[in-house]
């Protein structure tokens, strides 16, 4: 169960570092980080410190700025590699892989010059991206036409911003951060929202409420809130009123990577399911000897297959658009990996019977993380819709 058409030198390098990396390292303290009950203390400073030094971190950045400049797919790869040890750690590393990688597209060469070397020297340089508010969530992904909340007013050099993003992956953790704030409020997010970078500590942005969550709990999301807001005009990224087209050249990866994420907790999943079937003993045999057990077992296989073989379509495209590539390979692939995780995870409990249920054994953690993807990256319905727009214009 590798990549789509085998691997490079390079790229079994690399996934042996992230494998050591997250089954040493992260893996002895992913139970401990994710049993804590305020959610500030279920993350780790220590495990981003440790992916710095070995120059995870920075994959994505290229070698002019310090990184690896790893392509789509291989960073896909990566990023399962994480989630089959634990979701919040690749979810952390994932925005920072593919921010990072927007960053190098999107911004001027005097706000690279500023923002990069910093990112790449901080080893706890970590991105987020800004989008959605409590009042509007999927209709940023359906293209309804109405404004953010979170808006701009022009001043002498800059904008004067207020308003507020929730449920921000990396929110309260960045360094740096790639917010859509409406800076034209008679238009509409799609054509009166601009993107700016703001760095963290900036007069007039504050953190707001860290959020509980059921699962992902190794990554932290917050509120980030904007009051009176100073943004200077050299921190516009890309033309004003165009922050679509900033993102527009990031939605490709971000599924992929997202389906990547929540692919790994399946394997984790469908991995526990296999060693239980072969520990466990009823009817006088080992239960993966009953048919129906393992008629399920090679269904998981199947779901995970093909959802890499997705997801990784998806990734190598992103980078080689002239090939083929599609809208619907920015919103699908994730959709199909988080539905099998959900799937498998649900079949990992009944595999296991009563045992499943108690924590000690390890799948209820792995069940909460399966969860995360319906929502996270829009919600798997909004992207179907928004899949069937770019196939049939309506
Ligand atoms: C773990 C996690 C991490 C996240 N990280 C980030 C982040 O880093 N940055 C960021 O900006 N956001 C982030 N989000 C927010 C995420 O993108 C939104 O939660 C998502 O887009 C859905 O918005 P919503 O929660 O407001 O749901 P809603 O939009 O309120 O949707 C509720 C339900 O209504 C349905 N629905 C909505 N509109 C339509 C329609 N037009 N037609 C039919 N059905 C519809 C949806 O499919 C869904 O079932 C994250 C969310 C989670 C859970």
């Excluded at 993003?165 to 953790?173: A, E, L, P, Q």
């Excluded at 963290?200 to 059921?214: A, L, N, Q």
């Excluded at 932290?220 to 033309?239: S, Y």
Aim: hydrophobic share 45%; glycine share 8%; aromatic share 8%.
């Amino acid at each position: 169960m590798e990549a789509l058409y085998g691997m490079t030198d390079d790229q079994r390098a690399i996934l042996e570092t992230v494998r050591k990396f997250a089954q040493e390292f992260v893996a002895p303290r992913v139970a401990a980080l994710d049993a804590n009950k305020d959610p500030l203390d279920c993350f780790s400073w220590e495990i981003i410190e440790k992916s710095h030094e070995l120059g995870i971190r920075t994959m994505t950045l290229e070698e002019q700025w310090g990184g690896l400049g790893l392509d789509s797919l291989t960073t896909a790869m990566v990023v399962e590699e994480l989630g089959k040890v634990d979701l919040g750690t690749s979810v952390v590393l994932a925005q920072t892989f593919k921010i990072a990688q927007i960053m190098q597209l999107a911004l001027n060469e005097e706000q690279k010059q500023r923002v990069l070397p910093v990112f790449a020297n901080d080893p706890r340089g970590v991105l987020a991206i800004g989008m959605t508010e409590p009042g509007n969530g999927s209709d940023k992904h359906m293209s309804f036409p109405v404004p953010f909340a979170t808006s701009a007013e022009r001043v002498e050099g800059g904008w004067r911003v207020n308003g507020m993003k929730h449920f921000i992956s990396n929110g309260n953790r960045a360094s740096w951060y790639m917010v859509m704030v409406q800076t034209d409020r008679k238009k509409t997010m799609q054509d009166g929202a601009t993107c700016f970078l703001i760095e963290r500590g900036h007069p007039g942005f504050t953190i707001g409420r860290v959020h509980d969550k059921m699962g992902e709990r190794l990554a932290n999301n917050a509120e980030l809130v904007f009051q009176d807001c100073f943004i200077p005009d050299a921190n516009v990224v890309g033309k004003l009123g165009e922050s679509n087209a900033v993102f527009a050249n990031f939605s490709p990866m971000s599924n992929a990577y997202a389906g990547a994420s929540v692919l790994g907790v399946a394997t984790a999943l469908y991995n526990k399911s296999v060693e239980w079937a072969q520990l466990r003993v009823q009817g006088g045999k080992p239960i993966i000897e009953h048919d129906g057990i393992r008629a399920q077992l090679g269904e998981m296989r199947m779901l995970i297959d093909a959802s890499r073989a997705y997801v990784h379509r998806a990734a190598y495209l992103a980078d080689h658009r002239e090939l083929g590539w599609d809208a619907t390979l920015g919103m699908l692939p994730k959709a199909m990996a988080a539905q099998a995780a959900w799937k498998i995870a649900t079949w990992t409990l009944e595999i296991h019977g009563g045992y499943g249920y108690m924590k000690e054994f390890g799948v209820e953690k792995l069940v909460r993380d399966a969860a995360a993807f319906l929502h996270s990256d829009g919600v798997n319905r909004t992207l179907f819709l928004k899949a069937a727009k770019s196939m049939f214009r309506i």
